[in-house]
């Protein structure tokens, strides 16, 4: 290294001493201070130039002082120099208004002139994301890119986000996206410790990142864009640039700025209840029913006014003297609308930034977030903290970094799944939004004061008491995080540098889920008291080293080279107990429980370890023509450790190509009526080696699995249901785009429009097998997954006049996707249950859902893929439908498309912005309507019950139905979906307005006098209004969440909770 | 440039070849072993917890249909829903055959005789129990692994050949000398110590035979033969009067880490106080009122429910609401007042016995606590001793119950049966005199046995009582006209014998349509009465050549009783 640095040393003096000219020096930066490179820099009138390097340096001999010097790069105004002095010092260019040819950050932290990209990148900037009544990142992100697709859990503040780019691509494996943060990745897991039946209460890991400290958010979409991330990018790659890594130069003095926000966080979605009929089976008085088809309320003709006060027996007379020989009104109540709170949300950011002279920089910021669920017992709090600068050393190193600790602590209530009648697992929802209307359980005490058990309104006390499971029922998660990255990189020349750069990741997060005994739902190990706690540590190293040169190849060609190599190794590891079986009321320690164990709810393992390593080699070449044709030419080889020697490395190539009309063509050069045009296409490959472990065989060790009469402990052995496949290969993904975009009538209409296609072809997939073979799965090469689409951005700048400003930006995204099998795979449950889920089968979109229908008169399917229903329900002697003995297609959960449009309308300082979503088509199965529709609890049952009702059908000889039925029978056994799920699945359609705001910043004139630099005040909210107009009326259901909880399916909604509305104030100085 | 190119190719060289080494290593899973070392008597283990579960379903779900348990749901159908069944089937296929399959060489090499009889006894009880509840199934083709990843089905007959030879094999086994080592506590059933254990399972082999010959007496014309050559065999015979080659799978007290006791007493014996399941209606009037109530009920009654309430304080339309309803009119008429008692029961039945009805899916009421429930046989509960208290926990026999997989008393029975419909050897009258006397002795000393504390004397029944009811049988016995009336005599007494083996009676009334008197479903159109179950879920969804049959209708091959034969 050094000896090169010598030689080019000599080299470069020798040259100069040659010629005898005058070597004039600059530097160009950006109006922010951030270094250009690649500008052209030359001297008028003559052949004669250079490029800036990566450092925004140039050198240029000249041999008349007097020369012009023309500087220029496209999408900035051009400057004219005389060269006159040897050391020009920093200039700064202008952004040519309207300009879109920024400079993005492309993949391993190369920063490329967007026109020079064949591949589409949405950008979103830090106004799009700061002073939001969200802590998490990506949720923030819905509707602000094109191809990005976000789904919540739930609305618990924490709970975990789904993000899928450009659709899921694979049918067993992971489908997040590498997120990388300042250059470096950054895990993004979702560490569930038991699976989405107990709950949905784990976050995603990119909740620890703050909004509010965030640049900017580049999406690489396709494969063109990520393959130098290797096979990690191959379900897109979320690149998040914080201010601390920004490394943004500024010539300023220091700045501080200071912002405080409230909001506050209320539940969105409520059924609207009928409050004419009370609890229980053919309006008889029924009050201690789960269903409410029972007896009128008074006034007239209700017959009933109270009922035997729920705690007036033997049993509770010790507990309850006072309710002894009591009556209990029987009138509606509100308690599940009283059960929800008004959450308040704070966050406090302070960040500084200032330069260090010329040659360094230095951020920081903190940032506290308090966010109150509305649910009770949910809560987030984060601390995050950051660091960063960057410092150009007298020896042409340049030396920067970025430190980042995150504290989060996440709590709430379980909220285990339920089918609409008991939860699986003791769950805060699972029995709430179908209590029945006469039960006021604010009047209803939670607990008994003798046992400290949970106590409700039936007499057998099968239902846990939703208050009892707030107070009583604890989960959640404690992050230590800490992130960042440190670069040291060195000037080889003025055009090539090389570059070390080492990421780190590390978290441990302390996941628990506490219960007092005296539960009910979910067995014994809950009732009896349950604490688990489970210490997972996440380690992520990486190293790179990159070299990059810039080279001018002749007057019109220009060539930039970027190789590197990579080594990415992931560790996750974690240990844990769970105790059962607690001793004295109240207290989580695992002393003071009786059973200790080392599995989990599910059964799953606490203990483990998993260690992937990941080698790259990479290397691409930028070649340009004048300023109008850039070809991208890459590739890698990565070797991982998921995969036995012979098969662990794979070359991935990727082609990409932008030409520009609008700079090759004379005739459009100056055109008014298109400003800029650009073509692209790109072709690319990825790859995926599967997960850990899943060549070899291995034993699985059961110890303790039985104990005899005698007490004798026996252990046993069992052979893995997971076959083994030691052939295993790396699956290869190939991606084509195509786009246009531009820009018209003198900028003020722009769009892109992108087309994309992708195969992942040879899938490491995880096949089920019919237990018959002796196995219940095992990872095999087959299959494939097509997902093709289109994405587009456009925008309209409405008005634009020296006060007003109104901009209209939409943006479209629709992805259509198919799966093949080969033909020995029926089909593979990917969601769900194996009889109710979602499946991928040959032939349909992926994720398909599947389930138990009622048969019909025509065929055994009761919906077809494009969700036409055929033929007429059959009806029974009895009146009732027939439920299906195999499972069939019930609906297709992926959208059709997704639209949003973000108007953005200014009058000098104050600023009004909408975001308005609209998800067309979609299917999901809810058994939040089934249950308030099967029960009678929403106002869509709101009738008069004494009427009996025949069902639409037709009688098993195929005569029109005319069998009667009650309201109860007719509901609660055929259209809740407790016994067939055809008649609970809708059409998951939604428009929403996303996010408001309104927004005035005061005029720098009037600032001019005070210590103020900035100052502004934003009326924010988020999620204010949805409709899903092909939904229940009443249920108010919010189609939007998923019980599957992170992962690659959606379109099964078990009582997994509301979604919620934010809204709020900021206010925002600097100094 | 080239030398660039150098540098990076060296850089990638470097870092590559010491990280090769690396990349080999984590390839190997750190949390598991490798399967070389597996035990052999570790599988066993894993063999018998796995048969147990098999059982379990088995019985469950076929003593739903034939009104042993309760069947919560209008139709046959929808108490027999393919995805209830992927317990049992990878239960029987990952659980029990995968593993007899892989310790059957390793146990062979060892010398370990008793264990390899041990593995072929379960197994071909499995694939028994497979075919007589789902008919033709994978068998030859199955437990291939990637070999066949679609097995297909085998005629439920050969699999029914192939068990029986297995089965021969195993008593081959268990005559095979030396023994490097017992299985000892190893064994669940018996605790196979020393020569004595192997000897019982012998004798279990061969009555497992005995019972293949007369469950599949329809189709085989040698079946008396078979079964007369086996009742004559000394290595059966002497477990005719000795009670200790009962064949029972023997759960423990131990609640938790892990969880040891009977299924059973799981479901309904809860800390919340709630009982799980319902009793049938059925099967509690048959020992509480068929044969006269009060002192005049079955002796086994308090052994084998436990009341929650001994009285119907309770009884409200919240909690029972059939109480304020009619009979359903397709039950036949009769006497209904206060509590129905003949000729077919329904809804309530006297001093506290809280059931429900057969076929009965309407939704469920608050009733956990006052729900009768599974007592201290064979499930290991509370004995009743009119306590009429809650559930608990703990309570009774803490959950050391047993699935009864075969007994002596099922012995007789059979020999009654077959002596009465193919001619066998034996009396069938004192067979089921003896049957009956030898079930109870069972239940009586089944606490005791257990180490349940020892129930209230006076609610014992003493020989008088026994003698009583006995005398009752045997009068009905000898009041019956036709071979049909006696078989229905002795069929019931099996039936009321098989207390916690659902699967035995389900086969029996497919055989024989006995118990004939069986409470009709609630819902006058049940549909079929389900001959066999539908395919599970997980294998119809699954494998490519799987074919889902066409209804609960279909029967299994030694079923050849024509259709609509029982309701």
């Known amino acids: 290294m050094r000896k090169l640095t010598l030689f080019v040393c000599c080299l470069l003096f020798a040259i100069t001493s040659v010629l005898a000219q ?37 050198s240029l001999p000249v041999k008349d ?169 191959r379900n897109g790659v979320v690149m998040i640039t914080t201010k601390n890594g920004s490394n943004r130069r500024t010539n300023k003095k220091m700045e501080i700025s200071l912002t405080q926000s409230f909001f506050v966080n209320k539940v969105a979605n409520l059924p609207e209840y009928q409050s004419s009929y009370g609890g229980g089976f053919e309006q008889s008085l029924g009050f201690a029913f789960f269903s409410n088809w029972g007896a009128q309320f008074k006034p007239a003709p209700g017959p009933y006014d109270s009922v035997n006060h729920p705690y007036n027996t033997a049993a509770l007379a010790a507990a309850f003297p006072q309710y002894q020989g009591k009556r209990y009104a029987y009138k509606p109540a509100n308690s599940v609308e009283r059960f929800f709170r008004t959450g308040l949300i704070r966050t406090t950011t302070v960040g500084l930034s200032t330069g260090i002279g010329t040659n360094g920089s230095f951020n920081a910021n903190y940032t506290y977030m308090d966010d109150e669920g509305f649910t009770p017992g949910n809560r987030l709090i984060k601390n995050t ?69 949970s106590i409700y309104y039936r007499p057998s006390n099968d239902i846990q008491h939703p208050l009892w499971t707030v107070n009583n029922s604890f989960t959640g998660q404690k992050i230590n995080r800490i992130f960042g990255n440190f670069q040291l990189k060195y000037d080889i020349m003025k055009n090539w540098n090389i570059m070390y750069r080492v990421g780190y990741d590390q978290y441990s997060d302390l996941n628990y889920y506490n219960q007092n005994r005296g539960g009910v739902d979910g067995g014994s190990d809950f009732v009896l008291g349950l604490h688990r706690t489970v210490n997972g540590y996440n380690t992520i190293w990486d190293h790179s080293i990159i070299t990059d040169y810039n080279a001018e190849l002749s007057r019109s060609w220009r060539l930039n080279l970027t190789a590197g190599v990579n080594s990415q190794e992931r560790i996750y590891e974690q240990n844990g107990q769970r105790s059962t079986q607690q001793l004295v009321y109240g207290l989580f320690d695992h002393d003071n429980f009786i059973i200790h164990d080392n599995l989990s709810e599910d059964g799953s393992r606490l203990d483990f370890k998993s260690q992937f390593l990941s080698l790259g080699v990479f290397a691409q070449a930028n070649l340009a023509f004048k300023e109008f044709l850039y070809v991208t030419l890459g590739g890698r080889n990565s070797w991982t450790s998921n995969l036995e020697k012979e098969n662990r490395s794979l070359f991935y190539p990727s082609a990409s190509v932008s030409f520009l009309p609008t700079a090759a063509f004379e005739g459009l050069r100056n055109s008014r009526m298109i400003n800029f045009l650009k073509l692209r296409a790109g072709y690319s490959t990825s790859a995926n080696f599967g997960f850990p472990y899943a060549t070899r065989p291995v034993l699985n060790i059961n110890t303790n699995t039985f104990v005899d009469r005698a007490g004798t402990i026996l252990n046993s052995n069992s052979i893995s249901n997971r076959l083994a496949n030691p052939n295993l290969k790396p699956e290869l993904l190939q991606e084509y785009e195509v786009g246009i975009e531009g820009r018209l009538f003198d900028n003020r209409f722009n769009f892109d429009f992108t087309y994309y296609n992708r195969d992942s072809k040879d899938q490491i997939l995880d096949r089920e097998l019919d237990p018959s073979t002796g196995f219940s799965v095992t990872s095999i090469n087959a299959g494939s997954v097509r997902n093709y689409g289109i994405e587009i951005q456009a925008g309209v700048n409405v008005v634009r006049t020296r006060n007003w400003n109104w901009q209209v930006d939409v943006n479209y995204f629709q992805n259509r996707n198919n799966v093949s099998l080969p033909s020995d795979i029926k089909q593979i449950v990917t969601g769900g249950f194996s009889d109710e889920g979602t499946f991928a ?56 498309y997704k639209l949003t449009a973000i108007s953005t309308l200014s009058y000098k300082g104050l600023s009004f912005r909408m975001q308005w979503d609209y998800t067309h088509g979609g299917d999901i199965i809810s058994y939040s309507a089934g249950s308030v529709i099967g029960r009678g609890l929403s106002k869509d049952t709101d009738f008069d019950r004494q009427n009996m009702l025949i069902l639409p059908g037709v009688k098993l000889d195929g005569s029109t139905n005319d069998v009667m039925t009650s309201a109860s029978q007719a509901y609660f056994t055929n259209l809740s979906g407790f016994f067939a799920t055809d008649v609970i699945v809708y059409d998951a359609s939604v428009i929403r307005l996303r996010e408001a705001s309104l927004s005035y910043s005061v005029p720098a004139s009037v600032l001019s006098r005070s210590p103020f630099g900035a100052l502004s005040i934003t009326f924010s909210g ?35 909770g509301p979604t919620s509305k934010r809204y709020g104030v900021s206010v925002r100085v600097t100094f | 440039m080239s030398m660039k190119k150098i540098m990076i190719l060296a850089i990638a060289v470097a870092s590559l070849g010491s990280c090769t080494k690396k990349l080999d290593e984590l390839l190997v899973n750190p949390n598991s072993p490798a399967p070389e070392l597996a035990s052999a008597r570790l599988y066993l283990t894993q063999v018998q917890l796995s048969f147990a579960d098999v059982f379990s379903t088995a019985s469950n779900s076929g003593g739903q249909y034939s009104r042993m348990y309760n069947m919560g749901q209008f139709t046959y159908l929808n108490a027999s829903r393919p995805e209830g069944f992927n317990g049992i089937w990878s239960s029987a296929y990952t659980g029990v055959f995968k593993h007899v399959n892989a310790l059957l060489p390793i146990a062979t090499a060892e010398k370990n005789w008793v264990d390899v009889g041990i593995a072929k006894t379960l197994k071909a009880y499995t694939m028994m129990t497979m075919v007589d509840k789902f008919g033709d199934i994978p068998y030859t083709e199955a437990n291939l692994g990637t070999e066949n990843t679609n097995p297909g089905v085998e005629k439920g007959s050969d699999v029914y050949a192939k068990a029986i030879a297995l089965l021969d094999e195993a008593i081959v086994a268990f005559k095979t000398t030396p023994v490097n080592a017992y299985p000892g506590s190893n064994d669940l059933f018996f605790g196979a110590s020393n020569a004595t254990g192997a000897g019982r399972w012998v004798t279990a082999a061969k009555l497992l035979k005995l019972r293949a010959y007369n469950t599949t007496r329809l189709v085989d014309n040698s079946a008396a033969s078979k079964i007369n050559a086996l009742l004559a065999d000394p290595e059966v015979t002497r477990s005719f009067t000795d009670a200790s080659y009962d064949l029972d799978f023997k759960f423990s007290t131990k609640q938790a880490n892990p969880n040891s006791r009977h299924p059973r007493y799981n479901a309904n014996y809860q800390a919340t106080g709630n009982a799980g399941d319902y009793m049938s209606t059925y099967m ?137 419909t193919i001619g066998a050897t034996g009396s069938p009258r004192t067979l089921l005199e003896s049957g009956i006397r030898k079930s109870i002795a069972k239940v009586v000393g089944f606490p005791s046995a257990i180490g349940a504390p020892a129930p209230d004397p006076s609610l014992v029944p003493d020989a008088a009582r026994i003698d009583a009811y006995v005398a009752k049988v045997l009068a009905a016995y000898d009041a019956a006209t036709t071979n049909d009336q006696r078989l229905d005599i002795i069929m019931k007494e099996w039936y009321i014998a098989a207390w916690g083996n659902g699967h035995e009676v389900y086969n029996s009334h497919r055989r024989t349509g006995k118990p004939a008197n069986v409470q009709l479903t609630k819902d006058p159109n049940p549909g079929s009465y389900s001959r066999s179950a539908l395919y599970p879920a997980s294998y119809v969804n699954l494998n490519q050549n799987a074919v889902q049959k066409a209804s609960v209708a279909s029967q299994v091959f030694w079923d050849t009783n024509p259709a609509g034969f029982i309701k």
């Open chain 1, 22 to 58: 005058t070597v004039v020096k600059g530097r160009i930066t950006d109006p922010d201070g951030t270094p250009l490179s690649g500008v052209s820099v030359k001297i008028a009138g003559t052949q004669e130039g250079t490029m800036t390097a990566a450092d925004g340096t140039f």
């Open chain 1, 65 to 233: 002082a007097s020369s012009m010097l023309e500087i220029s790069y496209v999408g900035y105004d051009r400057v004219n120099i005389r060269a006159n002095n040897p050391n020009l010092g920093s200039l700064s260019m202008k952004q040519t208004p309207g300009a879109m040819q920024e400079v993005v950050v492309t993949a391993q932290g190369i920063r490329r002139e967007k026109k020079a990209l064949g591949y589409a990148v949405a950008s979103v900037d830090k106004k799009q994301l700061e002073l939001r009544p969200e802590a998490d990142v990506v949720r923030l992100l819905q509707g602000k890119a094109p191809g990005v697709d976000i789904l919540n859990s739930s609305g618990i503040s924490g709970s975990g986000t789904n993000i899928i780019i450009r659709g899921v691509n694979t049918i067993s494996g992971t489908s997040t996206p590498l997120f990388v943060v300042d250059g470096v990745p950054f895990d993004a897991s979702t560490n569930s410790q038991a699976n989405f039946q107990y709950g949905n209460t784990t976050s995603s890991r990119f909740l620890d990142l703050d909004p509010n400290s965030i640049e900017s958010v580049n999406v690489l979409k396709g494969l063109s864009a990520t393959t130098l991330y290797g096979e990690l990018g």
């Open chain 1, 385 to 453: 903290f950051g660091l960063g600068g960057s410092v150009k050393l007298s020896n042409k190193f340049t030396f920067s970094g970025t430190f980042n600790y995150a504290i989060t602590d996440f709590k709430s209530p379980p909220t285990g799944t339920s089918f609409g009648s008991g939860a699986t697992a003791s769950s805060v929802f699972g029995d709430l939004i179908y209590t029945p209307r006469a039960v006021d359980f604010y009047d209803l005490e939670y607990q008994n004061p003798l046992t400290k058990g």
């Open chain 1, 841 to 896: 089968i040959d032939g349909k979109p992926l994720g398909i859902i599947q389930g138990i229908y009622f048969i019909r008169d025509s065929g055994t399917t009761a919906v077809n893929p494009a969700g036409k229903e055929t033929g007429a329900y059959i009806v029974d002697n009895s009146g009732n439908y027939i439920p299906s003995t195999q499972i069939g297609i019930l609906g297709d959960p992926n959208p059709d």
């Open chain 1, 1022 to 1056: 988020q999620n204010l209004w949805y409709n899903a107009p092909n939904t229940p009326k009443y249920v108010n259901l919010d189609p939007e969440t998923s019980s599957l909880g992170v992962g690659n399916n959606r379109g099964l909604e078990y009582l997994t």
């Open chain 2, 284 to 420: 509690m009037w048959t020992l509480v009122q068929e044969k006269g109530s009060g002192s005049n009920n079955d002796p086994r009654t308090r052994y084998y429910f436990y009341r929650q309430t001994t009285t119907y304080a309770s009884v409200d339309v919240n909690t029972a609401s059939c109480a304020f309803s009619a009979p359903p009119s397709h039950y036949p008429a009769g006497p209904s007042a206060p509590y129905n008692l003949s000729p077919m029961p329904y809804c309530l039945l006297v001093s506290g016995y809280w059931g429900r009805d057969h076929g009965d899916g309407t939704g469920i009421p608050p009733d956990g606590n006052l729900r009768t429930t599974v007592g201290i046989y064979p499930a290991g509960g509370e004995f009743d001793a009119n306590q009429g208290t809650r559930v608990s926990l703990n309570r009774g026999g803490q959950g050391a119950g047993v699935h009864p997989i075969w007994q002596r008393a099922f012995t007789d029975f059979l020999n009654a049966e077959a002596a009465l």
